[in-house]
């Protein structure tokens, strides 16, 4: 995903935050807006994990693979939200990433 198009994604992100918490008139720190995005995105993950057969004991069905999407773009919302929360930008979020992606494949070299 080319830097632009994260830009785009935030601000539309930032403009649906920002009607929901006007039209709902929500005060929130932080801290309760961080727990909230992430059991969200917890929510949004079972809704991922319900689409795939991972229940061994059931029988398995096909995967509807635009359901699946659908729900992982949701996941994508409330982390654009959670990101913006932290201070995170779309060039922050490819330096951090980036950094991090090196230190995790010296880990993967290390035998970690």
């Given at each position: 995903?080319?830097?632009?198009?994260?830009e785009?994604?935030?601000?539309?992100?930032?403009?649906?935050?920002?009607?929901?918490?006007?039209?709902?008139?929500?005060?929130?720190?932080?801290?309760?807006?961080?727990?909230?995005?992430?059991?969200?995105?917890?929510?949004?993950?079972?809704?991922?994990?319900?689409?795939?057969?991972?229940?061994?004991?059931?029988?398995?069905?096909?995967?509807?693979?635009?359901?699946?999407?659908?729900?992982?773009?949701?996941?994508?919302?409330?982390?654009?939200?959670?990101?913006?929360?932290?201070?995170?930008?779309?060039?922050?979020?490819?330096?951090?990433?980036?950094?991090?992606n090196?230190?995790?494949?010296?880990?993967?070299?290390?035998?970690?």
């Amino acid at each position: 995903m080319d830097k632009q198009k994260l830009e785009v994604m935030f601000s539309m992100q930032q403009a649906l935050d920002e009607r929901i918490i006007e039209e709902r008139n929500i005060c929130k720190t932080l801290d309760e807006w961080v727990i909230g995005i992430t059991i969200a995105m917890e929510s949004e993950i079972d809704e991922i994990r319900r689409e795939v057969n991972w229940k061994w004991w059931k029988q398995e069905k096909q995967v509807d693979m635009y359901r699946l999407q659908e729900e992982v773009i949701d996941l994508w919302h409330f982390l654009l939200s959670l990101s913006r929360m932290v201070g995170l930008t779309p060039e922050t979020i490819f330096e951090r990433y980036m950094q991090k992606n090196a230190v995790n494949h010296k880990r993967q070299d290390g035998g970690y």
